[in-house]
T-cell receptor
Framework: DAKTTQPNSMESNEEEPVHLPCNHS???????IHWYRQLPSQGPEYVIH???SNVNNRMASLAIAEDRKSSTLILHRATLRDAAVYYC???????????FGQGTRLTINP | NAGVTQTPEFQVLKTGQSMTLQCAQD?????MSWYRQDPGMGLRLIHY???????DQGEVPNGYNVSRSTTEDFPLRLLSAAPSQTSVYFC??????????????FGPGTRLTVT
């Protein structure tokens, strides 16, 4: 399975943008890039996914590098509720067998 | 829609006991899966199903059985509980095709302790 590398933790301030990086240098052409987040004591929550082009939705934006070896999840205006563990995951050919790493623990300061 | 529901929320078992964790979804999703999450770790895939009557093993299947007799339900059975199976169990569901990728919806989890 293609693997991803994320920083263990990041910190930001409320109402500021947050850029969460993810490296996936061994990505294949059929791997979709997914982001999920997990709030304390809850199940993971889907954030966004993409294949080649940048994607936007009501929660976040996903910026994918031209060579697809890295991506960045962008939270445009962080709130305290965005404090969570964020997972960057590759889905091979849409097989849906997600492989969760350790993720990035995001702390938001008031 | 209720989404993905799991029961029970909490469970304590003694070593050697068996039990079934229930998972149901009302979104008519073909794909369902079970994950476990140990403290401080990411989720690991136990078993998954791409439709009624079809199941397959994930990363950590030993000690668990599944069946999928209906689209809605995907129960996970612990055959003989061991302390190493103490974990939080999450069920998930999604659409499934061979040509795209879809978001997965996760249940609230079952917190299992084996003593």
């Amino acid at each position: 399975d293609a693997k991803t590398t994320q920083p263990n933790s990041m910190e930001s301030n409320e109402e500021e943008p947050v850029h969460l990086p993810c490296n996936h240098s061994t990505i294949s052409g059929t791997d979709y890039i997914h982001w999920y987040r997990q709030l304390p004591s809850q199940g993971p929550e889907y954030v966004i996914h993409g294949l080649t082009s940048n994607v936007n939705n009501r929660m976040a934006s996903l910026a994918i590098a031209e060579d697809r070896k890295s991506s960045t999840l962008i939270l445009h205006r962080a709130t305290l509720r965005d404090a969570a563990v964020y997972y960057c995951i590759l889905d091979d050919q849409g097989a849906q067998k997600l492989v969760f790493g350790q993720g990035t623990r995001l702390t938001i300061n008031p | 829609n209720a989404g993905v529901t799991q029961t029970p929320e909490f469970q304590v078992l003694k070593t050697g006991q068996s039990m079934t964790l229930q998972c149901a979804q009302d979104m008519n999703h073909e794909y369902m899966s079970w994950y476990r999450q140990d403290p401080g770790m990411g989720l690991r895939l136990i078993h998954y199903s791409v439709g009624a009557g079809i199941t397959d093993q994930g990363e950590v299947p030993n000690g668990y059985n599944v069946s999928r007799s209906t689209t809605e339900d995907f129960p996970l059975r612990l055959l003989s509980a061991a302390p190493s199976q103490t974990s939080v169990y999450f069920c998930a569901s999604s659409y499934s095709t061979s040509s795209s990728s879809y978001e997965q919806y996760f249940g609230p989890g079952t917190r299992l302790t084996v003593t």
